[in-house]
């Protein structure tokens, strides 16, 4: 890809490798790591706290009362750091079923078995997707558990087939397509010469170093929202991501703010998709 010589390059997920790192930086182009967020991007940012979207999980089913609980998760680094902040608020350690990525149905039947064998008495069950969890569902009525009297779920990815599953599937919602337009933006306003700086929006906005030369990079960090559904008994409830949306717009119509991972607030299937607010966070940020 390198050898046609792009503009700017997209990357789903953070770079790890150092020596990879180090031969984006010196192709001098506007990078973009989505997905995800860190403290040291190679340029440019737009994600979200994996970490709070595991912390906020677990406080939902904190909140449902139930203290028995358990993790099926991909080995991957993304759902790795989704169980740590789950962990972190839970505060303890809890029966974890570690399964390869990338995870499927059968992967979840087999995640779920591994769980009962550790506590068969368990309430709830987290998955790092809604793959996994469409297994654990399946797995939960071979054995005869009723879900979510018995077991409840929960997945990360609202799949298009989540809220057709019986029961439906609880999950974690991301608007992927507004981290696509967001970082498309940013490289376009990146090559026009535009220089970031600062902004408030609708998105949380930080700055971070980098070694792009005569740019400052941008971190996004975007909203997330847990829909419930069926599977851990429909209730009103939504999450943010750091400083999260102050008017967050479905339909066009506003819904109470959303402050901070963690917090309930009267919202049900948030989509957090706003055209025109996605274009004042570019054009505040390369005024």
Request: aromatic letters at 6%; hydrophobic letters at 45%.
């Amino acid at each position: 890809m390198i050898s046609r010589r792009p503009d700017g390059i997209v990357v789903t997920g953070l770079v790890h490798s150092q020596a990879a790192r180090e031969r984006l930086r010196r192709l001098g182009i506007p990078i973009v790591e989505t997905w995800d967020l860190s403290d040291r991007p190679i340029d440019m940012l737009v994600g979200f706290s994996h970490l709070k979207v595991g912390s906020a999980v677990a406080g939902y089913f904190l909140g449902k009362g139930w203290h028995r609980l358990g993790i099926a998760t991909g080995d991957d680094h993304r759902g790795s750091l989704r169980r740590e902040g789950f962990l972190a608020t839970v505060g303890h350690e809890v029966p974890t079923a570690v399964v390869p990525a990338p995870s499927n149905l059968a992967l979840g039947r087999r995640a779920l078995a591994e769980l009962l064998q550790q506590d068969p008495k368990l309430e709830a069950v987290y998955c790092s997707s809604d793959q996994l969890a469409q297994g654990v569902l399946v797995e939960a009525q071979a054995r005869g558990l009723r879900v979510p009297e018995d077991l409840a779920v929960c997945g990360f990815g609202d799949a298009d087939f989540a809220a057709h599953l019986q029961p439906s599937l609880t999950t974690v919602h991301v608007d992927g397509a507004a981290i696509g337009r967001l970082a498309a933006r940013l490289i376009v306003a990146r090559c026009r010469g535009n220089p970031l700086q600062n902004a408030s929006s609708m998105w949380a906005f930080a700055l971070s170093r980098g070694s792009q030369p005569g740019a400052v990079p941008a971190r996004l960090d975007v909203f997330f929202g847990l829909t419930p559904q069926l599977s851990t008994g429909r209730a009103s409830c939504g999450y943010g991501s750091g400083q999260a949306l102050a008017q967050p717009v479905r339909e066009g119509r506003a819904f109470p703010a959303v402050h901070g991972a963690g917090t309930p607030a009267q919202v049900v299937g948030v989509r957090a998709r706003n055209v025109a607010a996605e274009d004042r966070v570019v054009a505040q940020a390369h005024q």
